[in-house]
């Protein structure tokens, strides 16, 4: 057993409490780690507000995070300790019908009962690795990135490049391989095309840079927050509207500036106004949609279907589609030759005891927030 510092949610709508808590060793199948960095993510505060499903208090949130394997269980096998990883919040068991077909990453083999219902707030033998002050503390997404150990399932844990910078391997936990697999796997974005990316934050520029990466001609960026255009300008981004500009639709403004509208868009926020105006926004015929961003729990949408009989595309994407434990280890070595760069998504970094400073960051509009684990 290691006794460690964590920062736990007690309870929700409460701040975190940086607390002593006390992980116990890896069971069979599972591996514990080291954490090094850990990323604040949007997810991770609708947890803190309860609007996230399945999840039980008192939690260890995070889910974002780069480590070094410390021990690992009976049967664990291509992980051992030295091992630099990127904890996944979601796994790829290699056996489901999803992992066993090239086209898709949402595993759910019955083993993992992974779904949208469940937080993942125990391990699969139903019981926690984590207590503190003689409470069962529970997971978030098996990852829990916000303690300096974390015990996971080894099919939920990807092997990276022993030379990855840890402060940086973070990035790859969630949001860069969200936006940028949603534009170059997920819509399959191809030179000489037009794009529109509604929301900048950080899987907002994570799909710019995708965008970019896949040869766009254009690449419109749109947030009612005109202080993240130089950061979009920065990865690609060659035009930056703001919707509070205009006196119409944001969807109508697009289809102007581009004859008719783009070929892909991406909605990066969560809000079904949105996702139906980055449908709206594409060309009739060959347009293609991408809803990437979580919508609010419960959330319906409505649209005219003659947008989707014309000939447009609607699609979701999670995790950028990407498999993760075969797909995060190649972006983590294509970033260290230098094919793209996510340096400039950090914008902030804080010691692990500022993490609740981090998520009021988070919640002023700040595009990225990481904190380093002391």
Known sequence: VIKCKAAVAWAPNQPLEIEEIEVQPPKEGEVRIKMVSTGICRTDDHAIHDVFPGLNFPVILGHEGAGIIESVGKGVTGLKPGDKVVPLCL??????????????????????????????????????RFSCKGNVVYHFLWTSTFSEYIVMPAESVAKIDDGAPMEKACLFGCGFPTGYGSAVNTAKVEPGTTCAIFGLGGIGLSAIIGCKVSGASRIIAIDINSSKFEK??????????????????????IKEMTGDGVHYSFECIGNTDVVRAALECTHPGYGTSVVIGEPPQNAKITFDP???LTGRTWKGSFIGGLKTR??????????????FDVDGLMTHTLPFSQINEGFQLLRSGKRLVFVLIN
């Open 91 to 128: 796994p790829q068991c290699g056996k489901c019908s999803s992992c066993l077909n090239p086209k898709s990453n949402f595993c759910f083999h019955s083993h993992f009962k992974y779904s949208f219902s469940e937080s993942q707030n125990v391990m699969l033998d139903k019981t926690s």
């Open 306 to 308: 003659l947008l989707l």
């Open 326 to 339: 075969d797909h995060i280890p190649q972006l983590v070595s294509s970033y260290m030759t230098g094919k």
């Open 232 to 253: 979009a300008k920065h990865f690609g981004a060659t035009d930056c509207i703001n919707p509070n500009d205009y006196s119409k639709p944001i969807q109508e403004v």
